[in-house]
C-alpha cells in the first residue's frame, strides 16, 4: 500500500474534505527550500509550509541542537518547574522585541498564543474590577481556529457555523488617511467597553496577504492607549524577517502591550506559541488571591526540545548572512511587481518585504473559492513550485535561504501562467 492509500484510510486533512479533493502529494524528504516526494520529483517550497519555515527544511544546525536536547531533557511540566532553554528563549527574545515587553508566556501554536492574549487582556480588567468585555478588531482579520482566536477573526465561511458562539466585536477597516478620523471617534465613544485592540500589523496573512500603511496604524495605536485600549500585535505570520524587519512591529513607534509569536519561532522545525507582555499586564495577575491567576496552561507548555530549535533558529536568525538574504528576497520581489504590474491580467500587485502578492483579474468573483484556485495551484505543482493561492490571489513567501535560481523560476512560471491561464 502507498504512502497515500494509507493517508487516505486513516487521517483528516485540512481544508480537502470535499469528495473531489485531490490525494495529497506524499512529502519524504526535505532540503533548503525544497520538498521531495516519494518518487523523488523535486517542489520549491514558495510558501514556506504554510509560513512557518524561514531557514529551509531539515537544517542540519537546527537538527544538530534539537538532538542534543533529546538526550538531555525531552520535557518536563512547566508549572512549578522550568528548565534552561525556556529561559534563555524568553531572555534573548525579550531583548530583541520592543523595550517595554518584559515576560514571557509560553503555549502551543499561533492560535493559543493569541488565545492567552485575549484572555490576558480580558482578565487584566476583570482582576481590577472593571468590566471590559468588547474587543476591537479588523474586518478580514485572522487569529486563529480555536474560538477566541475566531472569535476576533473576520467573519466568513470558515467561521459561519459558530458564529452563534462568538463573543462580542468591534470590527473597524483598515486604517487609511480617510478614515482613521472616524475609527478614533468610534474608539473613544466605546472606551469604556473595550478590554483591547488586537491586529495583524501591516499585513493581513489569511484574508489575502492585504497590506496598509504603518503611519496610520501608529496613530491608531497611539490613539488606543491614550484612550486606555490595551494594544496586542499578532505577530505569528509577521514575525522574524517577514515584513523586512525583525518584526512588523519595528516599523512602528508606538508598542504593543502584548505580541504573540509562533510559525518562523522555531525555524517551522515543531510547535510552539509564545506570548509576551509589559510588566503593567504581569503585576494586575501578581497576587495573592489565588482567583486573579492567569488559568491557563498546556500540557507540551515550553516543550524543552521546541525551545532547543527557536534557539537554534534564534542563532540563525540573528545572523549577518540571514539579514543580507532578506534583503536580497525583498529587491528581488520589488523588481518582479514592477515587471507585472501594468498586466492586464494582473489587478493589483502588494509587497512588505519578503511578502509579495499578486491579485489576478477576475471581476467580482474574489471569493476563496473561486475555482481560479483550484487551477493555478495545480499549475505549479506541476511544475514543481508549491504556491496556494487564496482566492484569486498568489503570494510569494519563501525561507529565506531560496537561491535566486529558485525565485527567477517562480516569477517565469508566473508570467508563463500570465499568457497560458
Known sequence: MS????????????????QTAQPPVPIVRGEGACLYDEDGKKYIDAVS??????HGHAHPYIAKKVAEQLTKLEHVIFAGFTHPTAVE????LLAILPDNQQKAFYSDNGSTATEVAIKMCLQYWNNQGNQRTKILAFKNAYHGDTFGAMAVSGRSAFTAPFDSLLFEVEFIDL??????????????????????????????????????????????????RKEGVLLIADEVFTGFGRTGKRFACDHITEQPDIMCFSKGLTGGTMALGLTTCTQAIFDA?????KLKTLFHGHSFTANPVACSAALASMDLFLETETTANIQRITEAHSQFALKIKDHPKIKTVRQTGTIIAMEWETGNNTSYFNS?????YHYFLD??????PLGNIIYILPPYCITNAD???????????LKEI
Open 285 to 289: 495577575f501578581l497576587s495573592d488571591d
Open 3 to 18: 504512502l497515500v492509500e494509507r493517508d487516505l484510510k486513516v487521517i483528516w486533512h485540512p481544508y480537502t474534505q470535499m
Open 89 to 92: 528563549l524568553a531572555e534573548r
Open 175 to 224: 486604517p487609511e488617511e480617510n478614515n482613521i478620523g472616524s475609527i478614533k471617534y468610534l474608539v473613544s465613544s466605546i472606551k469604556n467597553e473595550l478590554a483591547c485592540f488586537i491586529f495583524e500589523p501591516l499585513v493581513q496573512g489569511a484574508s489575502g496577504m492585504l497590506m496598509y500603511e504603518a503611519r496610520y496604524l501608529n496613530q491608531l495605536m497611539a490613539h488606543c
Open 407 to 417: 525565485l527567477n523560476y517562480i516569477y517565469s512560471k508566473i508570467e508563463q501562467a
Open 383 to 388: 511544475a514543481g513550485i508549491i504556491l496556494r
Open 372 to 376: 481560479l484556485r483550484d487551477r493555478l
Open 49 to 54: 509550509s504554510w509560513w512557518v519555515n524561514i
